[in-house]
């Protein structure tokens, strides 16, 4: 996230780049992420999350921190690809750890906590950009590189502390170099498995050494009935990236200095966390799964509609709540679509790799999205919030889509039309 706040502090003009550049940075990294996400979820069930989760953030933080090296388009754009590399993999890997140790039913308040780490960094990342960069020029470094040292040194600090404290699994809850902060013995661990064996009988609690075979994640791939949740995550997430680089340069542009603006940047992403739990906590209570995620994303889509429409006849601080609420509600949706699409897998094998295709989603997503703000169109950029509304339309469609498709087959099993399958499985019922 904090590339939005080192645009803020002259990052561009330093190292002599566009803003075309820094778009096709990002879209480098989020190639990146793309390319060996599903590899990096196979990697995560062999090696277990202990190794595998402490090692990716140890990597990320090492190549974050060596940014302050970088010069010039060249180097700006090889970092950014490494970046994604270093991250591929995490966050489906950490959903998938999380759904090891929890029931259905409290899975997406849990799914919303871990992303709050996400949209959370979107929160804090300009609030400590306000006083990072005023190191600029302390010990001849800009205010930028200290902002990527510091933050890359401090991720660092956190792989060390998931060495020491993450645990495995419900069957191998010990960290890798300590006692962990709670200890089971072997009662507990019985415990965790017959409860999670009552919940979803396929569900053994296991994340590390388990083999996926390609013909599962062929089939899981090839699972149509799942399609509409990764594109309908394909256009809504889309529309968050261009929201994360540039709002702290929006507001700037509004008649603030870098501080304040980075500081005012940090109430609407703030305030998703709010509705991201808000989502959760409807999703978990009322079990419509789909209606949750619909509900968010039509919130967002009215922000976006009323955003455009009024943010060229109101003053600077209207301008500036107009894009804290496009900003508050851009996420909403995010958590509990996860959780819906896990809901709706039968294996852990295909939940991991299910996990991993709506990240890849959610990620391509991303990757078109930094093209939606152009610089001709600044400083409010009327037809990248145009592109948005398009998107986060044909979003809700195939989100409503998908709770049509799984209805329409919940039905025809009720009627007897699905039997049992190949491999002798029954039909399954899945969760609208």
């Known amino acids: 996230m904090n590339i939005a706040s080192a645009l803020t502090g002259g990052f561009a003009e330093d190292i002599g780049v566009s803003l075309d550049t820094i778009n096709a940075g990002n879209q480098m990294m989020f190639a990146g992420i793309v390319l060996l996400e599903i590899p990096s979820n196979l990697a995560l069930q062999k090696l277990g999350p202990r190794k595998w989760i402490a090692g990716q953030v140890l990597a990320f ?48 308040k849990r799914v919303a906590i871990l992303f709050f780490g996400m949209f959370g960094a979107n ?48 069957d191998m809850p010990r960290p890798l170099l300590s006692p962990g902060l709670i200890k089971f013995n072997t009662n507990d661990r019985a415990i965790l498995q017959k409860r999670l064996e009552r919940d979803d009988k396929e569900k053994r609690g296991n994340a590390q050494g388990m ?15 799942r399609w509409p949740h990764f594109i309908s995550t394909f256009c809504l997430f889309s529309t968050w990236s261009s929201l994360t680089t540039y ?21 609407g992403a703030s305030l998703s966390l709010v509705f991201v739990f808000i989502f959760a906590y409807i999703s978990d209570k009322t079990n419509l799964r789909g209606g949750a995620v619909i509900l968010a994303q039509v919130c967002f889509l009215i922000t976006l509609i009323i955003a455009r429409e009024v943010h060229p006849h109101v003053g600077q601080w209207s301008r500036w709540g107009l894009w804290t609420a496009v900003n508050a509600l851009a996420v909403g949706y995010h958590p509990v679509h996860n959780t819906w699409v896990q809901l709706n897998c039968r294996t852990p094998g295909e939940r991991s790799i299910s996990i991993a295709m709506w990240v890849m989603s959610a ?27 398009i998107m986060a339309s044909v979003g809700i469609f195939f989100a409503i889509l998908q709770v049509g498709i799984y209805k329409v087959h919940n ?22």
């Open 61 to 108: 933080g090492t190549v974050a921190s060596l940014q302050i090296f970088v010069h010039n388009k060249a180097g700006f754009l090889i970092s950014r690809l490494i970046l994604g590399f270093c991250e591929s993999g995490y966050i489906p890997g950490a959903i998938y750890t999380l759904s090891t140790w929890y029931a259905k039913r409290e899975l997406a």
């Open 123 to 170: 929160a804090i990342s300009p609030l400590l950009a306000t006083g990072i960069l005023k190191l600029d020029g302390v010990r001849a470094l800009h205010g930028w590189q200290w902002l990527f040292l510091l933050e890359g040194l401090f991720t660092i600090v956190v792989s060390l502390i998931l060495i020491f404290f993450l645990p495995g699994s419900p």
């Open 247 to 267: 709002t702290p340069s929006i507001i700037k542009s509004l008649g603030w200095d870098t501080i304040a603006a980075n500081a005012l940047a940090a109430v």
């Open 363 to 389: 990620i391509s997503g991303l990757m078109v999205g930094t093209q939606y703000y152009q610089a001709k169109d600044r400083p409010f950029y009327s037809n990248g919030l145009r592109i948005q509304i």
């Open 411 to 432: 039905k025809r099993v009720a009627e007897g039309k699905h039997r049992v399958d190949e491999d002798g499985q029954e039909p399954q019922i899945y969760v609208p």
């Open 211 to 225: 083999e996926i075979p390609l013909q599962l994640v062929w089939k899981t791939v090839a699972h149509y009935r």
